[in-house]
């Protein structure tokens, strides 16, 4: 199983109307721009999560998207199933999928197959959106000072920046 560009770059979007639901609509072009995606493409894949009712599109100069429920009721699992569609290792596992081909008997590998999907879906379903928005915005915070001392050190002459308190804290507690 691949998560393609629609599926990631469509989570990532909802994270972002996550971080800010309750405060109104989001523009698409500050969506794009806080994940740094194409607008253009962001615009199809909200257009694919409004028919899905995962968000509500509002018109006018302050429209944008909202998210169409708390993101705390909404899954993971709901939202690549309606980017991705399946979300099946192999065919036969899909509702009326055949082992073969042949629709008759299943193959020596599909309990296997089997057991893969349903602890996929059972991961995905352990993450409600809100979930995942704090665990992007703590890794994009985490990340924060590792790309400004790649910057730093671009410029010569710089200071160094201060490592933040999880770098600290890593230090310490290696062996």
Known sequence: MR???????????????????????VQVREIARAERLSAKYLEQLLGRLRTGGLVKSVRGARGGYTLARDPKEIRVREVLLLLE??????????????????????????????????????????????????????????????????????????PAPEPAESELLAATTRG
């Open 3 to 25: 998560i393609s560009s629609r599926g990631q770059y469509g989570l990532r979007a909802l994270a972002v109307l996550s971080t800010r639901h309750g405060n109104g609509p």
């Open 85 to 158: 569609g399946s979300l099946a290792p192999v065919g036969c596992v899909d509702e009326g999928g055949a082992c073969g081909g042949d629709g008759q008997d299943a193959c020596s590998a599909h309990g296997l197959w089997q057991g893969l999907h349903a602890t996929v879906l059972t991961y995905l379903d352990s993450f409600t959106l809100a979930d995942f928005a704090r665990a992007t915005t703590t890794t994009r915070d985490a990340a924060r000072p590792a790309e400004a001392a790649e910057h730093a050190a671009a410029a010569p002459g710089a």
